[in-house]
């Protein structure tokens, strides 16, 4: 049976929910609460309280994530091409609280880059899914997890250091793990300056950067991350995102080029492209809603 899917708008971006997963008014502040509570904050173990994460799609709900998938990269594609981007961001499926299946749909359909924010789910889930996925870990990262997030072989970048001694401790155990090659970070910023929001402090980024860089001789800096506020113009998080980038580079003599910019999600990747990320995060409009339990 396949499912219609309906649009709603959130923030300033029309995006596609199966309608039965299709938020209200009402279920879309509750969803954004959760939000805010759940996968952004410290978490718990997912799989004991996700009701979704067990549960086998049917291949029409499989299709049905390919075909989103497929339509928000056409989305990033046209607005890169109406920019006149020379570079096309990177699209991260968000996969997290979802089950594997999915995303072995989508990586059979072509795409390699998938974010993950609980460090058990990703280690359960890469290990049930094909090793030529890249692995983005987005979730808040406590210097004990490195281990274990280091255990997954196709980890290609942690995108959430927020300071220096997570960026060591990531350090030592991608040495404990053996890599060949540096794993990637990003830096994340907390550009809103709320405090339910992890992220090191915009007017440290320089240091940060600098002694990461110079004591983690495993982590290759690859840029800054943020969240932002959850709101209809995130440009004024965008922009400070953009301020520490420049602030970045000049200081420490990096090219602009070689420093991405994570920024943007299901409600706010266009906008985010327009301010220049080169890295946008989209879960729900691909995979869904996502339903805890309470
Ligand atoms: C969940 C999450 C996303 C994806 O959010 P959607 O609104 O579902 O697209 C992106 N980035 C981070 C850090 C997240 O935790």
């Given at each position: 049976m396949r499912r219609p899917i309906s649009t709603c708008r959130v923030g300033s971006t029309v995006c596609l929910f199966p309608s039965a997963a299709r938020p209200s008014p009402a279920s879309s502040s509750a969803l954004r609460l959760q939000f805010q509570s759940r996968s952004l904050g410290t978490s718990s173990p997912i799989e004991m309280e996700n009701p979704e994460f067990n549960i086998e799609p049917?291949?029409?709900?499989?299709?049905e994530v390919v075909r989103r998938l497929n339509g928000i990269q056409q989305e990033v594609t046209e607005v890169s091409q109406r920019l006149g981007l020379k570079q096309e961001p990177r699209l991260v499926a968000v996969s997290k609280t979802k089950p594997a299946a999915l995303v072995r749909a989508c990586f059979e359909a072509g795409h390699v880059h998938f974010g993950e924010n609980?460090?058990?789910e990703l280690v359960t889930k890469s290990k049930q899914l094909p090793e030529g996925i890249k692995w983005r870990f987005i979730g808040?990262?406590?210097?004990?997890?490195c281990k274990q997030v280091l255990s997954v072989p196709n980890l290609d970048c942690v995108e959430t250091v927020d300071s220096v001694k997570l960026a060591t401790a990531l350090?030592?155990?991608?040495?404990?793990a053996g890599r060949t090659t540096p794993l990637s970070i990003l830096v994340q910023i907390n550009t809103s300056g709320e405090e339910s929001k992890s992220g090191a402090?915009?007017?440290k980024v320089v240091d940060v950067v600098k002694e990461i860089r110079e004591k983690c001789s495993r982590l290759h800096f690859a840029g800054l991350m943020t969240i932002g506020r959850f709101d209809e113009h995130p440009e004024p998080d965008f922009r400070k995102l953009v301020e520490c980038r420049k602030k970045v580079c000049d200081e420490l003599g990096l090219p602009?080029?070689?420093?991405?910019?994570?920024?943007?999600?299901?409600?706010?990747f266009k906008i985010a492209i327009e301010e220049g990320s080169t890295n946008v995060r989209v879960g729900s409009s691909i995979f869904g809603a996502r339903v805890y339990h309470k």
């Open positions: 049917t291949a029409e709900e499989c299709a609980y460090v058990q808040h990262l406590q210097s004990n997890k350090d030592k155990a991608a040495a404990a402090d915009p007017e602009v080029e070689q420093v991405e910019l994570s920024m943007g999600m299901s409600h706010d």
